[in-house]
Nanobody, 124 residues
Framework: QVQLVESGGGLVQAGGSLSLSCTASGRTFSNYCMGWFRQAPGKERQFVAAISRSGRSTNFADPVKGRFTISRDNAKNTVYLQMNNLKPEDTAVYYC?????????????????WGQGTQVTVSS
């Protein structure tokens, strides 16, 4: 089992920034690719970003490219999502997820463990 706990959500004005963190416990963190997903009210959960086990490879959804970055610190069992130039359409509950795999994936069904989510609200 892997337990994931997100933090860092909140309310921010459009154009502002937020940094999310997700700390893992329970298994060897560096064995997992990590992803961030989000779900807005009435919408399906969607992929945001993913990072490989080493951190050398990343992948982003088109709506966040150039605005969000993902990173990880395997010594701290933590993955980060830095969100800049936030827009109202970024408002959602953000989830981190762990995938016991060699390669990153955008497919939520491939992820084995999920955090409880953290709310991000961007006001216009």
């Amino acid at each position: 089992q892997v337990q994931l706990v997100e933090s860092g959500g909140g309310l921010v004005q459009a154009g502002g920034s937020l940094s999310l963190s997700c700390t893992a416990s329970g298994r060897t963190f560096s064995n997992y690719c990590m992803g961030w997903f989000r779900q807005a009210p009435g919408k399906e959960r969607q992929f945001v970003a993913a990072i490989s086990r080493s951190g050398r490879s990343t992948n982003f959804a088109d709506p966040v490219k150039g605005r969000f970055t993902i990173s990880r610190d395997n010594a701290k069992n933590t993955v980060y999502l830095q969100m800049n130039n936030l827009k109202p359409e970024d408002t959602a509950v953000y989830y981190c997820a762990a995938d016991y795999s060699t390669w990153t994936t955008t497919q939520s069904r491939e992820y084995d463990y999920w955090g409880q989510g953290t709310q991000v609200t961007v006001s216009s």
